[in-house]
């Protein structure tokens, strides 16, 4: 059980690049997440996925895509990569959406360290 | 809108002593939930705590306890005999239950450092 993956887990790109981040979860959940991590910073939700079949923007999705693949994989894609894209990007799980009860809690990948030049 | 603060950039203990990490919110909600993460070099969001605002026992997981003062606003980590291992940046985040979204808000985290 290796819970939510990230990959890759560093990348160096150059500005107008475009790239995906791959995430997947073997947790059976249903509600998927993608936040950016800046210095002295929280999180910010970029897009998430309540459940299979549906997305929807978080607080800064402006630059991002994302696709719900399956139930497993939830990828982003940067189309045309800027300097201000430069953070850290967390993947994260719940097996429900807002339930009101433990099952909406998160579950963490390792994080993608994202540089654009 | 709500907003989480922790005002404490960085705190230090001794090894095995205890340590209290401070978090407020502001919120005009009733119902909520309330989280600690912890964040160690790996980098991996690993949650310690969770706290339903309905219930006005303190959560406690082991070594990890809560101080949830619902009408001060403010939701404080106490880490008891502080191991190593705790060494990471620790944030505290807010759930809506009534939020049209549902999204976490976080605080900016506290890094906790472990003195052998």
């Known amino acids: 059980n290796a819970g939510v993956t990230q990959t890759p887990k560093f990348q160096v790109l150059k500005t107008g690049q475009s790239m995906t981040l791959q995430c997947a979860q073997d947790?059976?959940?249903?509600?998927m997440y993608w936040y950016r991590q800046d210095p002295g910073m929280g999180l910010r939700l970029i897009y998430y996925?309540?459940?299979?079949?549906?997305?929807d923007k978080g607080e800064v999705p402006n630059g991002y895509n994302v696709s719900r693949l399956n139930k497993r994989e939830f990828s982003l894609r940067l189309e045309s990569a800027a300097p201000s894209q430069t953070s850290v990007y967390f993947c994260?799980?719940?097996?429900?959406?807002?339930?009101?009860?433990?099952?909406?809690?998160?579950?963490f990948g390792p994080g993608t360290r994202l540089t654009v030049l | 809108a709500q907003t989480v603060t922790q005002s404490q950039p960085e705190m230090s203990v001794q090894e095995a002593e205890t340590v209290t990490l401070s978090c407020t919110y502001d919120?005009?909600?009733?119902?909520?939930?309330l989280f600690w993460y912890k964040q160690p070099p790996s980098r991996q969001m690993i949650l310690v705590i969770r706290?339903?605002?309905?219930k006005q026992q303190n959560a406690t997981e082991n070594r990890f306890s809560v101080n949830f003062q619902k009408a001060a606003k403010s939701f404080s980590l106490k880490i008891s005999d502080s191991q190593l291992g705790d060494a990471a940046m620790y944030f505290c985040?807010?759930?809506?239950?009534?939020?049209?979204?549902?999204?976490?808000?976080w605080g900016a985290g506290t890094k906790l450092i472990i003195k052998p």
């Open positions: 994260a799980s719940s097996r429900e959406w807002a339930s009101g009860g433990s099952t909406d809690t998160q579950y």
């Open positions: 947790m059976n959940h249903n509600s």
């Open positions: 996925s309540a459940s299979e079949g549906t997305t």
């Open positions: 919120t005009s909600e009733s119902d909520y939930y």
């Open positions: 706290q339903e605002a309905y």
């Open positions: 985040a807010y759930r809506s239950l009534r939020d049209s979204n549902y999204q976490l808000i």
